[in-house]
C-alpha cells in the first residue's frame, strides 16, 4: 500500500503540479478525484476537518527531509493522516 494520497481533481493544476512532484521524487501514492469518486470526496472532507480545497496530500512524511528539494507548490494543502 502506498504510503501518500492525493486527493484532487483532473482539472485543478496544481493537483497536476503536486502529481508531477510525487512522480518526479519516486513516491509511492494513490490518487484520487473527487470529483468522480464520491467515497474519496467523503475521506478527504473526514481527513481534513471539512477542507473542501484540493489538492489535498496525506500521508505521513518527513517534510524537514524534503524541504531544500521541494519546488515551491502553491495551493496544496497537507493533512498528517496516522493509520
Known sequence: MAAFELFGTAS???TR???EWLEWKGYEFVEYD????????T???????????VPLFGGRWN????R?????LR???????TR
Open 17 to 19: 503540479e503536486m502529481r
Open 43 to 53: 475521506r478527504m472532507l473526514e481527513i481534513s476537518r471539512g477542507q473542501r480545497t
Open 34 to 41: 473527487v470529483d468522480a469518486d464520491h467515497a474519496a470526496r
Open 63 to 66: 517534510r524537514s527531509a524534503d
Open 75 to 81: 495551493g496544496v494543502s497537507l493533512a498528517h493522516v
Open 68 to 72: 531544500l528539494a521541494r519546488p515551491r
Open 12 to 14: 485543478c493544476p496544481h
